[in-house]
């Protein structure tokens, strides 16, 4: 079946330091979407992504749609305290299925 | 305010006892779906629906069922529930893109789900 790898598995950062977080494909997706989730909550979309190329800002947060279409990156510029938690990529190849990337756990040392 | 409501959140039952997990949206959303979430394993869908009464399995679909008779509601019956059934699950709910196709935008609080 499809499946995403996504990594890193988890990161220690410093506050203030930019982190970059990738998933990629095992087939070709037509949507990209990256979430955030806290403990004991639900995942928060944070970006969503249509077009191969595309290049997505949401404040401190950017996200790009792979050129290949079996690929995209997160990058959180500056981080600090609260960006503390687990990073899903998602994304779907023209069905109505969605398929999670395993998480990136991040870890914020003040 | 938008919301996606699960109930109930915690639940310990014993293996064979039938259960309905509920899962209500206020955004007269068309999409929505279930998922369950286990250590490792990020979210798998489990089941989605397009509309009323147009359901279909996702990924892990066994021991499960799902209805779709309101737009608004989407319940998760496991009708004789097993250990391997013990999760974190999630209900969803979005609309559809100009492409036909939806952005799982909107996720509601999780059910956690012991089996024993």
């Known amino acids: 079946g499809q499946q995403l790898n996504q990594s890193p598995q988890s990161m220690f950062i410093q506050e203030g330091e930019d982190v970059s977080m990738n998933c990629t494909s095992s087939?070709?997706?037509?949507?990209w979407l990256w979430y955030k989730q806290d403990p004991g909550e639900g995942p928060v979309l944070l970006i969503a992504l249509y077009k191969a190329g595309e290049l997505t800002s949401n404040g401190r947060l950017t996200a790009q749609f792979g050129i290949t279409r079996k690929d995209s990156f997160l990058n959180i510029s500056a981080s600090i305290p609260s960006d503390v938690g687990i990073y899903f990529c998602?994304?779907?190849?023209?069905?109505?299925?969605?398929?999670f990337g395993t998480g990136t756990r991040l870890k914020v040392l003040a | 305010e938008a919301q996606v409501t699960q109930n109930p959140r915690y639940l310990i039952t014993v293996t064979g006892k039938k259960l309905t997990v509920t899962c209500s949206q206020n955004?007269?959303?068309?999409?929505m779906s279930w998922y369950r979430q286990d250590p490792g394993l990020g979210l798998r869908q489990i089941y989605y629906?397009?509309?009323?009464?147009?359901?279909d399995k996702g990924d892990v679909p066994e021991g499960y069922k799902v209805s779709r008779k309101e737009k608004r509601n989407f319940p998760l019956i496991l009708e004789s529930p097993s250990p391997n059934q013990t999760s974190l699950y999630f209900c969803?709910?979005?609309?559809?893109?100009?492409?036909?196709?939806?952005?799982?935008?909107?996720f509601g609080q999780g059910t956690r789900l012991t089996v024993v």
């Open positions: 087939s070709i997706f037509n949507t």
């Open positions: 629906s397009m509309n009323v009464e147009v359901t």
């Open positions: 955004m007269n959303h068309e999409y």
């Open positions: 969803a709910s979005s609309h559809l893109e100009l492409t036909g196709f939806p952005t799982e935008a909107f």
């Open positions: 998602a994304g779907h190849w023209g069905t109505y299925k969605y398929i």
